[in-house]
């Protein structure tokens, strides 16, 4: 009875504690400009389902999809157990679901062996990580908490399938020698060999598999919300990031109505004059952003496929397309944290532009969209990066000078470079 | 047969109460750089070839306002589209081809938000369907046969727009050795103009882009790479150049080598 209660004050501890960080993360997106993505509700649901479910994407790079594909399809499915361990924490029962039979069997069978294969993922990935120096993995901006965030999110998971594995071999051996409450159930193609490492003792035995239990729910709870503060929150909002992710070919880039207003009022003089109420055109800093940028920023995994396929990186510019992402992130924590301290944001002297994100690096990007097509969760760097340049341009005015004269040209002559519009068609007289 | 080409002007078929059933969006690259200007006659060419009742708006083109889009001035994009809009909407132009990825781009994806709604085709596209067509087809014994060939694939048609067939449909024709680089489709590497970087110097760095991508078609061992983009040109000429590899590795448009396969 003690047990349970413990239980269920733990369960309900944990689920509070991750409810207040879900509805902080939830605000701190709402910080974002509004945009519409409503549309098209079931072209959505298919991307979703292809791209975050199906993991479309993650099979451009083969070998990485397979072991991220079984350590999903581990987490998904031994999910199960986890209902099972709730409901006999709660209710003082012990494998509730026992009576499937036949099904029950079948299902710890699956389990087992999901468990083995995700322990072997997480390993290896932990080598290509940390051995192998996989050069996606490795570079600047990972060091320091990223990469210690990476490895901790393994050794996690390899201890909490460990544990799961322990507790089920335990448990069979305890069956064996018909204790109670341990009825025959299940079926244990791994834990079973486990066994001749475990002692004799019952006492020992039941030690063994309530430590395990308990350390296997606890440490998923611990999880739960260590998910906020981690890279690993992908796990839930892939789903809503795929959904809402942009529809149209990734050649068009929004347009920027504020700006139509303007233009056509001064093309027509006789419309009337724009409302003026836009504080700002382009992106400086967090409230600048659109929602959907934000939820890219917390969607991000740091797994650097955008970063492997920019151009301007391959070549050795400062530009990574991941640290666009993970720089959104930090800021807007920041933000967030101190509208929690005063209630409402105040002036920090900081912004999101030049003490996070260098004009260097927003200047090197060819807008080639390698970044947006490598993403495996959808996330569009490439927004935040041209709105910063349009900050920059169109409200400082501070482009390099060269595309200062690009630009000029253009407005002059109506060409990138400096030839006389009368001379446009002179090539057909060649 | 370069001196039999006429190019007619939108204004010249107005003139004459006529009006083009495609317009031949031609581009500032195409207009003015003297590379480019060897794609834009080849498409001449081609059009006046098949038979198309084509048109230049000549010296009423004006650049799409696309390098100034992506530099970040959204002012000086809209009002370059929108007196291209009044230009085009006065001729009432329908269909348009562009020699151009980028104005392809533009036009086609985002003029429509500002009032201008065409039908845009690449040129790849057009003679991907004259080919079909049956309109096109490569002379007997022409320069291309046995060569080895890739393709670059521009960002704004490949990635930016899903356009990776038809300009391979074009090679295919020629019973050449095609040979695909190791990045290419949606995993192609960008020659390193687009995003308004063709008009100023790369950030500091360990490599030219245009040079990292030229070493890509260099493993292919093709003897010449073809693309369908100005500025994807310039780039890849410069990458040869650096590479000082000018005698193994020419670097030609779909629409040249198209026009030269049809001994136009």
């Given at each position: ?65 397979l ?8 987490f998904?499915i ?58 996606r ?21 390899i ?8 507790m089920?071999?335990?448990d ?5 020698l018909?204790?109670?409450?341990y ?31 308990w350390?296997?729910?606890?440490g ?61 055109f382009g ?8 929602w ?42 920041e ?13 920090d ?37 041209m ?44 | ?10 204004a ?49 083109e ?26 085009l ?20 994806n ?70 695909e680089?190791?990045?290419c ?18 950030e ?9 991508r ?21 780039m ?5 150049k ?17 026009a ?5």
């Open positions: 009875m003690v047990s349970q209660v413990i239980f269920g004050i733990l369960l309900f501890v944990a689920g509070f504690l991750f409810y207040r960080n879900a509805r902080k993360i939830y605000r701190n997106i709402r910080l974002g400009h509004p945009i519409n993505r409503s549309d098209h509700p079931w072209q959505r649901l298919k991307v979703m389902l292809l791209v975050a479910f199906g993991q479309k994407k993650m099979f451009k790079r083969p070998v990485p999809a072991l991220h594909l079984l350590v999903y399809l581990g998904c031994i999910n199960i157990e986890m209902l099972e361990i709730i409901i006999d924490g709660l209710s003082g029962t012990h494998r509730v679901f026992s009576f499937l039979g036949g099904f029950y069997i079948f299902l710890i069978y699956s389990f087992e062996l999901l468990a083995i294969l995700v322990l072997a993922s997480c390993l290896i990935f932990l080598i290509r990580r940390n051995i192998l120096h996989v050069r993995l490795n570079q600047k901006e990972l060091q320091n908490w990223p990469k210690t965030d990476a490895n901790l999110i393994l050794l996690v998971e201890l909490l399938m460990s544990a799961f594995l322990l089920n071999a335990a069979q051996k305890l069956q064996l018909n204790v109670s409450p009825i025959q159930a299940g079926a244990f193609p791994i834990s079973s060999l486990l066994s001749m490492l475990l002692p004799a003792n019952i006492n020992a035995l039941i030690l063994i598999e309530r430590f395990s239990w350390f296997h729910i606890v998923v709870l611990a999880f739960l919300n260590y998910l906020p503060i981690s890279k690993h929150l992908h796990i839930i909002l892939a789903f809503p990031n795929t959904y809402f992710s942009i529809l149209d070919v990734k050649g068009k880039f929004e347009n920027m109505e504020a700006v139509t207003a303007e233009v056509k009022a001064m093309l027509d003089p006789a419309l009337p004059p724009p409302d003026t109420t836009v504080s700002r992106v400086k800093d967090i409230h600048d952003l659109t959907k940028n934000l939820l890219d920023a917390y969607t991000c995994t740091e797994c650097g496929r955008c970063t492997a396929v920019c151009p301007a990186n391959i070549t050795g510019k400062i530009l990574s397309p991941r640290k666009i992402m993970m720089d959104t992130r930090d800021r807007l924590e933000t967030g944290r101190n509208i929690d301290h005063n209630a409402s944001f105040v002036e002297g900081k912004s999101l532009l030049d003490h996070y994100i260098t004009r260097e690096e927003i200047w090197a990007c060819t807008t080639c969209n390698a970044c947006v097509e490598a993403c495996p969760v959808n996330i569009n760097p490439l927004e935040i990066i709105g910063l340049r349009q900050y920059i341009v169109m409200e400082e005015s501070k482009a390099p000078a060269s595309l200062n004269n690009m630009l000029s040209n253009i407005e002059n002559n109506g060409a990138p470079w400096k030839y006389a519009q009368a001379d446009r068609a002179n090539w057909t007289q060649q | 047969m370069e001196n039999q080409l006429h190019i007619p002007t939108v010249e078929l107005v003139a004459q109460g006529e009006s083009p059933d495609l317009l031949f969006w031609v581009g500032c690259a195409g207009s003015f750089d003297e590379r480019a200007q060897r794609i834009t006659r080849a498409i001449c060419k081609i059009l006046q070839h098949v038979g198309i009742k084509y048109a230049i708006l000549g010296t009423e004006s650049c799409t306002g696309d390098p100034a889009k992506r530099a970040g001035n959204e002012f000086l994009f809209q009002m370059q589209a929108m007196m291209n809009i009044q230009v909407d006065g001729y009432a132009i329908k269909k348009i081809v562009t020699a151009c990825p980028h104005c392809f781009n533009t036009l086609k985002e003029y429509p938000n500002l009032g201008g709604h065409y039908e845009v085709i690449h040129h790849t596209q057009l003679i991907h369907s004259l080919i079909d067509e049956g309109k096109l087809k490569p002379a007997d014994g022409h320069a291309f046969r046995g060569k080895r060939i890739t393709y670059h694939d521009p960002c704004y048609l490949g990635r930016g727009n899903d356009v990776y067939e038809a300009p391979r449909k074009a090679l295919e024709v020629l019973d050449a050795d095609l040979v680089l190791k990045r489709r949606s995993n192609g590497l960008c020659c390193g103009a687009g995003g308004a970087q063709l008009f100023k110097e790369p500091a760095g360990n490599k030219d882009i245009q040079v990292e030229i070493e890509d078609v260099m493993e292919s061992k093709a003897e010449i790479v073809a693309s369908a983009c100005p500025f994807c040109m310039t890849l000429r410069d990458g040869v650096a590479k000082e590899k000018e005698q193994d590795i020419e670097v030609l448009d779909i629409a040249e080598i198209t030269k396969a049809n001994r136009l």
